[in-house]
């Protein structure tokens, strides 16, 4: 398989056309930014430590059901994707108040819910991803309802499966990001699953060890990473 053009540029990831029209190249980057972009760094080889965590968590999911767009990591930054038509949404899936849940909600960092909490984002970002639910999805068309119901039911099995996956290395899944598009008439699970897009504290200390990291300028990022790179590969 051969790369060929770029064809987009995100935050963290690069997509490249490749000579085959079904599969792309998605490349991924140590740039790190937060709040909308205001923040920007570099996280020193968090391209390759997010390439093996999010490679090994889509090849668990596909050996429970869950379809992804993963193919194959052919080299330490590249990961070859299905093409896939991007459903503008993106679902946040959360087991504990932090971030902005703790904040909009006026609650300590660190409470437990009552209930797992899915929220919906509109992806745009010029707009910032604001936050929509089920009637603006129908009502700007960015998904039939049934696709937002899939949405729904896949996150939820998706948070079963790596939530028992982390807790088994020593990890809380606190709360995390899911993005998904359409594949020859198939949803499938798309982007990454990272500490880019996680928030994962350690099981017994509570010490974060995702991007929070970086946001809240507590240090050893690159540490983190490669730690929870170690666990999810064990």
């Given at each position: 398989?051969?790369r060929?053009?770029?064809?987009?540029?995100?935050?963290?990831?690069?997509l490249?056309?490749?000579?085959?029209?079904?599969?792309?190249?998605?490349?991924f980057?140590?740039e790190?930014?937060?709040?909308?972009?205001k923040?920007?760094?570099?996280i020193k080889?968090?391209?390759i430590?997010?390439?093996?965590?999010?490679?090994?968590?889509?090849?668990?999911?596909e050996?429970?059901?869950?379809?992804?767009?993963f193919?194959?990591?052919?080299?330490?930054?590249?990961?070859a994707?299905?093409?896939?038509?991007i459903?503008?949404?993106?679902?946040?899936?959360?087991?504990?108040?932090?971030?902005?849940?703790?904040?909009?909600?006026?609650v300590?960092?660190?409470?437990?819910?009552?209930?797992?909490i899915?929220?919906?984002?509109?992806?745009?970002d010029?707009l910032?991803d604001?936050?929509?639910?089920?009637?603006?999805?129908?009502?700007?068309?960015l998904?039939?309802k049934?696709?937002?119901?899939?949405?729904?039911?896949?996150?939820?099995?998706?948070?079963?499966?790596?939530?028992?996956?982390?807790?088994?290395?020593?990890i809380?899944l606190?709360?995390f990001?899911?993005?998904?598009?359409?594949?020859?008439?198939?949803?499938l699970?798309?982007d990454?699953?990272?500490p880019?897009?996680?928030?994962?504290?350690?099981?017994?200390t509570?010490?974060?060890?995702?991007?929070?990291r970086?946001r809240?300028d507590?240090?050893?990022?690159?540490?983190?990473?490669?730690e929870?790179?170690?666990?999810v590969?064990?």
């Amino acid at each position: 398989m051969k790369r060929l053009e770029k064809l987009y540029e995100g935050k963290a990831k690069i997509l490249y056309a490749t000579d085959n029209p079904d599969l792309l190249i998605q490349y991924f980057k140590d740039e790190a930014t937060a709040f909308d972009g205001k923040k920007k760094g570099i996280i020193k080889e968090k391209g390759i430590l997010n390439n093996k965590i999010s490679s090994r968590i889509f090849q668990y999911l596909e050996d429970k059901g869950i379809p992804t767009h993963f193919v194959e990591r052919p080299s330490d930054r590249e990961m070859a994707v299905k093409k896939m038509q991007i459903i503008p949404i993106e679902v946040v899936v959360r087991n504990i108040a932090a971030g902005s849940l703790a904040k909009r909600m006026g609650v300590e960092e660190g409470t437990p819910l009552k209930k797992t909490i899915l929220e919906f984002y509109y992806k745009s970002d010029p707009l910032g991803d604001p936050m929509i639910n089920d009637y603006h999805i129908e009502a700007f068309g960015l998904a039939q309802k049934f696709e937002a119901d899939v949405l729904k039911e896949m996150a939820l099995e998706i948070n079963g499966y790596l939530s028992k996956f982390f807790d088994e290395r020593g990890i809380t899944l606190v709360d995390f990001k899911l993005e998904f598009g359409r594949h020859k008439g198939q949803i499938l699970l798309g982007d990454e699953i990272t500490p880019d897009g996680c928030r994962l504290w350690d099981k017994q200390t509570k010490e974060k060890m995702d991007k929070d990291r970086f946001r809240r300028d507590m240090g050893k990022i690159e540490e983190a990473y490669q730690e929870v790179c170690r666990k999810v590969l064990e």
